[in-house]
């Protein structure tokens, strides 16, 4: 991974206001933003500043060098109405190219761009949430009539109240050079928070996001991206606080784009479903991937890496070390490659691998269970390694279907009765103090 350097741009800056946008928490100001980063963009780029005041806004779509900044006392407000995230942009939305909604901070094809803070962003994500009842049926369809049968995504068009894909709220795609930086998620928006798609070279640092309540609204989604660094961020979250994707089932594998080379490191999560997780979209596989110096207080899961027998790939190279965590509402560490989930075959026979793992300075002082790492005859989990590891849970570990288990100075202390490790179907152990 090359060292990441922050994307510069020129002194230039451009005052939404100059444009006609007015902060008045009233006046929709989609027109004026567009004409202000046009003008950036045309001029060689620069800084497009949003100042204090409450600005109403639909979709932003960045160009090239240009930085949109959030001044201190600046409030962006997204606009409920679906007709102002028109006309359809292409996005990957839940491991599927289609045509969508646009996301409410949109890029595509773009070199150096960046959202930076302090301001603060508001999704106004509750009136679009409903539709998540109908989005599955819409997914089912896009899978069975249109990817597999390589319908092309040009003509996957989606973009209505009837197919019921949320938009994403921050979503650069096929980008370079890419920073998110100090800003605030204050409330959250219609789906996944920040969705970095098919990007490379990208610094996440100094975020605050709180998307608590909606239905899949994770914080920082890296999906098929490569060289990033995620650092500094405080998440709370209506799903995952941090997860990393690559594409789902045939079409995942098909454009076989991994997310690798990805540092992730001084995160704090509280309330979110899996602190640090990898998948369950991960067809095109994940790896190298270097994670430490965390706390999670108060998620379900700590670290989490699951797939199914649909998705294929690999999932190989990761370490997480430091990391501190308590208050786990399930697992501390769980691997599964048979998780039930998202367009999963019932008699799926795409085993997904997970190889290479290691989990060195971990501590969690409570957790229904410690550890779960279970994966199927057909391809067990292989080669992993716990050093230095000391939870308190309810239950202890289990170990189902892995080959190649290194456990050193590992402490577990589980409720009364139950046992501290439970080996299944697991070859090559090894166990020292």
Request: charged letters at 20%; aromatic letters at 8%.
């Amino acid at each position: 991974m090359p060292a990441l350097e922050r994307p510069r741009f020129p002194e230039r800056a451009y005052d939404i206001r100059d444009y006609g946008a007015r902060g008045d928490g009233e006046t929709k100001n989609t027109d004026a933003i567009r004409k202000a980063v046009a003008a950036c963009a045309a001029e060689g780029g620069g800084t497009v500043r949003v100042p204090p005041g409450k600005w109403l806004t639909g979709a932003i779509h960045l160009e090239s060098n240009v930085n949109l900044r959030l001044d201190q006392g600046a409030e962006l407000h997204f606009s409920t109405d679906p007709e102002d995230y028109l006309p359809p942009v292409f996005t990957r939305w839940a491991g599927f190219e289609v045509y969508n909604y646009s996301p409410l901070i949109y890029a595509r094809d773009c070199e150096n761009i960046a959202v930076t803070g302090p301001g603060k962003l508001f999704g106004h994500g509750p009136s679009w949430w409903p539709w998540a009842k109908i989005q599955e049926e819409t997914s089912r369809r896009i899978y069975h009539e249109q990817v597999l049968k390589d319908v092309p995504a040009e003509k996957r068009v989606y973009g209505t109240p009837e197919a019921g894909l949320r938009p994403q709220f921050i979503s650069p795609i096929n980008c370079r050079n890419v920073l998110l930086e100090g800003f605030e998620i204050a409330g959250p928006g219609p789906f996944w928070t920040i969705h970095i798609v098919y990007c490379e070279n990208v610094l996440v640092r100094g975020l605050t996001l709180y998307t608590v309540g909606g239905p899949n609204t994770d914080g920082i989604n890296l999906d098929s991206t490569r060289n990033a660094l995620i650092e500094a961020c405080d998440i709370n979250a209506g799903d995952d606080a941090i997860a990393l994707k690559s594409g789902i089932n045939e079409e995942g594998r098909r454009i076989g784009r991994p997310t690798e080379n990805v540092v992730i490191r001084n995160i704090r999560a509280g309330q979110t479903h899996g602190g640090m997780v990898i998948g369950s979209d991960m067809s095109g596989g994940v790896r190298n991937v270097y994670g430490h110096s965390c706390e999670f207080t108060g998620s379900l899961i700590g670290i989490r890496l699951k797939s199914n027998a649909s998705r294929g790939g690999v999932v190989e190279n990761c370490l997480f070390e430091n990391i501190r965590m308590a208050d786990i509402g399930q697992g501390a560490i769980v691997l599964q490659t048979d998780y039930g989930a998202w367009m999963a075959s019932e008699d799926g026979s795409a085993y997904p691998l997970f190889r290479n793992l290691a989990f060195k300075n971990i501590t969690c002082g409570g957790a229904a269970q410690a550890v779960s790492m279970t994966a199927t005859e057909h391809l067990p989990i292989q080669n992993v390694t716990l050093e230095h590891v000391a939870i308190q849970a309810k239950a202890g570990m289990r170990f189902e279907w892995v080959d190649g288990i290194t456990l050193r100075d590992v402490t577990i202390e589980p409720a009364s009765g139950n046992p501290p490790i439970i080996f299944e179907h697991c070859t090559d152990i090894i166990q020292s103090e």
